[in-house]
Every structure is written in C-alpha cells, then in structure tokens.
C-alpha cells in the first residue's frame, strides 16, 4: 500500500492484538486510500468485535469511515459492561471454551456449546439464527462477517474467562437453574418421581434434587458440590450485585 499516511493510537487491552511495532503511541500507517477504517482497524489484528470508539482527530467516526492523509485516529476497547441489544442477551461458545460454557450455565446464563467441532462456518450461522453472541479465543473465526455478535475471551484460565465474561457483559445471574451438560433449564423434581433414576445409596443420602426439563438428568447435592458452591459464591460476590444495580 503506498497511499494516504495515518497515525494509530490503540488502547492498552487491545495492543495485544497488534504487532510490537505498531504498540507504540501514534503508530503510522500507510493505507490504501479506498479501504474504510473498520479494515485498516482488523488489518492491524483488531478483531472488530473488541473495538468501541473510533475517533478520528479527537470526532468519532463509523467503521465505514475512509481516512485520508494525515488523520490522527484513537481505537478505543469496548465498554464494560458492554449492551448488547437486540436480543435477550445468551452466548454460543467455540469447541476450546467447554469449561467456560459449564461455569455459565452453573450460573443460570444461557450458554449453548458443540461438544463436537462443527466448524466456523456453522458456528458463526448459528449466532445469527440464534442472535447468540459467539465467545472465541479464535480471530478468524470472530473476523466472520454473518456472525451476530461476537467477543474474544482474552484468557486461557477457566477463572479468568469467567471474569471476563461476567464482567464484560454483566447477565443476569441465576445459580442452579440450568443444566451443566445440556444448557436446558432445571425444575424442582421430587424424590419420588426420580426414584427410579437414581442409584440406591444416593436415595438414601440425598435428598435435594432437581432435573432438566431438556435431558432429565438429575441433579443433587453430590460430591463435588464444595467445589461448584466456591464458583457461584465468587461470582455472586463480585459480579451479582453490580447486576442488581444495572437493572432498575
Ligand atoms: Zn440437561
């Protein structure tokens, strides 16, 4: 490219996204002249998906926007939390996020999840049949056009994704409603009902149970429930009651 010169300043949580020459303040930039902002921005590594503002000598500007020779622009992160309106607010998560997806739904937030690779293409027709925004660590895949609305988990730990997704969307928390394995919804199932899908000792032991209204697996205070109750507990304390205060 040998057009109109700009200079590029991007925001600190998005310089991991660009080159290490181009981190600095006022990165320059030759462009071709014709392509708008929003490519130059993904020409860098930016997925769109993660930008908020563009300005442009300090105006804001649209994606569409084309910059000519010498404009200053400023790529601002996405604000947090970010609206996403349109659509009751529920995520599709890429085959490498199963841990994610299960923290999620423990949680009472609508994740759905392919336990199976179904591939970008199909992934990406499912956020826009859905309107489910599509949580990747994949740019390319965020980088697809048809996808409704999409955002990079920026952490490879459970815990931190986690965080980042509550605290970049703040959804609504509902702890023990939803199905770990399947995403269905829960019901109060008693004992009786159950009775025959449960294994004797577990009968005798437990006695709190709920069920999938999607794949009836039955859900009770078990083994592992310390464990889950540490992960509703931190996610509640920290991110529970700023969800209270957004919604009036
Ligand atoms: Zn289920």
């Not at 200053?72 to 996020?97: I, K, T, Y």
């Not at 702890?175 to 899908?197: F, I, M, Q, Y």
Request: glycine share 8%; aromatic share 6%.
């Amino acid at each position: 490219m040998n057009g109109p010169e700009i200079h590029i300043s991007v925001a600190p949580e998005l310089k991991l996204f660009v080159a290490a020459e181009r981190r600095g303040e006022r990165a320059r930039v030759v462009t071709d002249g014709v392509s708008t902002l929003g490519h130059v921005v993904e020409s860098l590594g930016i997925p769109l998906t993660e930008v908020g503002r563009l300005l442009v000598d300090g105006r804001e500007v649209p994606v569409a926007h084309v910059p000519g020779a010498g404009e200053s622009v400023e790529v601002h992160a996405v604000p947090r939390p970010q609206p996403v309106p349109g659509a009751p607010l529920r995520f599709l998560l890429d085959v490498h996020l199963g841990t994610l997806a299960r923290r999620l739904r423990l949680l009472g937030v609508d994740a759905a999840y392919e336990a199976e690779d179904i591939g970008d293409p199909a992934l990406a027709a499912l956020s826009a049949a859905e309107r489910r925004v599509l949580l990747s660590r994949d740019r390319g895949l965020l980088r697809r056009r048809e996808i409704w609305a999409g955002a990079y988990v920026y952490s490879d730990r459970p815990e931190e994704q986690l965080r980042d997704v509550l605290g970049r969307f703040a959804p609504r928390l509902a702890p023990w409603t939803r199905c770990t394995a399947c995403n269905g919804e829960l019901r109060d199932a008693d004992k009786e009902a159950v009775s025959e899908l449960l294994e004797h000792g577990t009968q005798r032991t437990y006695d709190v149970f709920a069920q999938c209204t999607a794949c009836d697996r039955v859900y009770w205070r078990g083994a592992h429930h310390e464990r889950l109750e540490a992960i509703v507990e931190n996610a509640v304390r920290e991110f529970g009651a700023a969800e209270a205060g957004l919604r009036p």
